[in-house]
């Protein structure tokens, strides 16, 4: 059995194999000849390049080293320097010591993950259509060595969203199904450490550092996602989204601080003590027993000395401390989320606020999305495709990811939408009905119950009742259009 080798394997313009790994140039291949073409090309272009070191784990920053001087340092030397690693090793603590912010992180990532990233096909090519589906739903990540599937790479290169960018290497594998048993798709991703890549000081250009240099080059095509989020008018180095919650964090850390120490001596009395100088020893234990009234609630003072305790003036609510932290928390959820409604209760609002600060929220996350799909259409599917389909088509004709919200049907409402329609003539299908407010379809030989008439409609008892009541040109006329009603059934 033989089978045509497509263009694409045989082409090294995108993937730059060895030509050690290039198929024969024959019109036709066996089957065994292809797996092992393919197999060799796994082996020596498509290996794993980069391995996360240990070392940057244990060169973190403590919380004990931050100061205002500290975070100028290094946001100063994020736009004068080649490499973002000690830029993101503060973001990274301003995630790990923020409740707040890794909340707010945590918020958005999860609603991006949380929606349906379905593969639009509009030229109809369902064998490309279905290997963007088995990118998607068949990527395994291994924990072992931090390898992330789908919904952790989504999650990684979000990162890049928050910290102006970041870089995920693709690890690849020959993965077969029933319509396309050898194809090359993505088995995981692992991240990057920022170390490996930057700008360069001269020419401005992103690239990635090969180990055991200290030059910037191109990235392998192919191998590596970038994502890169400038919300800065000017160089990406100084463009992070974290980078404009640096100083209130810092802010924040000190007002934790002072107060903790605040709250300490908060309510306490303050205790006053007089000596005579005279006796050189007083001093000392009076300073000693003031020190012990902290835990105690009594004291013992010499001759010659007396003791006032003064009440402090209540303001805890007022405290400058507490101002700043709450300042920063707010600062915080109108950067990540846009609005603050649905981070912290405040004071009650209606339910029109809370509609429009849902859709801001709403609208952040839906341009995050297509922010990340962009980056997996262009570089993973680009990739994908490259290497399984035909490379001489339009990427606008390449079936593309969308992501969109998950649709939540309401029967009630589904209900009244269903009413409205009827009540305005236009017909629907019975079984559409039945479907959209989540009702069973009766059977031919159910008992089903309708709609009963209204009160007193029917009975003949009391239809006789209410015409004999009437004036005889009135029931001669009811009776009248009754018959013509009838007539028309």
Known sequence: ??????????????????SASLPPAAGSMTVKQILAAKNARQASDLQRILIPPARPRWMMPDLAWVTPDYIARVLDASLNGDCPEEEHALYDLMCRTWPRLVKNVTELKNAVCGLQWNVQDEEGREEMKHLAERTR????????????????????????????????????????????????????????HPRWYGWDVESGLFGMRS??????????????LVAVNNVSFGHPSGGALLRSLAWYWCAANFSADWLLNFA??????????????????????????????????????PTGSTLELKEPS???????????????????????????????????????????????????????????????????????????GDGGNEDAADPYFEPSSKTVND????????????????????????????????GADDEV???????????????????????????????????????SL
Not at 146 to 155: E, H, K
Not at 213 to 221: A, E, N, V
């Open 1 to 18: 059995m033989t089978i045509t080798l497509k263009k694409n394997i045989a082409s090294a313009a995108h993937r730059g194999p060895s």
């Open 137 to 192: 739903d068949g990527m395994k990540g291994n924990y072992r060595e931090n390898g992330q599937g789908w919904r952790g790479t989504v999650n990684g290169l979000l990162d890049g969203w928050f910290c102006g960018v970041t870089v995920w290497e693709i690890d690849w594998e020959v993965r077969g199904c029933v319509h396309m048993p050898q194809a090359w798709l993505p088995r995981q991703t692992r991240k990057v």
């Open 211 to 224: 180990p055991g240099s200290d030059t910037l080059g191109d990235f392998l095509p192919s191998k590596f």
């Open 264 to 301: 300490q001596i908060f309510g306490q009395p303050i205790r006053w003590a007089t000596y005579d100088k005279s006796d050189p020893e007083l001093k000392d234990i009076m300073e000693s027993m003031l020190e012990n009234m902290g835990a105690a609630a009594w004291a013992a003072a």
């Open 314 to 388: 209540n303001k805890g609510s007022d405290n400058p401390q507490n101002q700043m932290i709450d300042m920063a928390d707010t600062a915080c959820d109108l950067l990540i989320l846009g609005q603050t409604l649905t981070s912290s209760p405040g004071e009650a609002g209606s339910r029109a606020l809370g509609e429009v600060h849902y859709n801001v929220r709403s609208d952040i996350i839906d341009a995050a999305a297509d922010w990340v799909a962009e980056i997996l259409n262009e570089q993973l599917l680009a990739a994908v495709y490259e290497f399984n």
């Open 411 to 442: 029967p009630l409402k589904a209900s009244e939408r269903v009413k409205v329609l009827l009540d305005c003539d236009i017909p629907l299908r019975k079984d559409w009905v039945h479907e959209v407010t989540e009702s069973p379809m009766p």
């Open 449 to 487: 119950y309708t709609r009963p008439a209204p009160s007193g409609m029917g009975n003949p008892a009391l239809m006789a009742k209410a015409l004999d009541g009437m004036p005889s040109a009135a029931r001669e006329y009811y009776l009248g259009e009754l018959n013509k009603a009838a007539a």
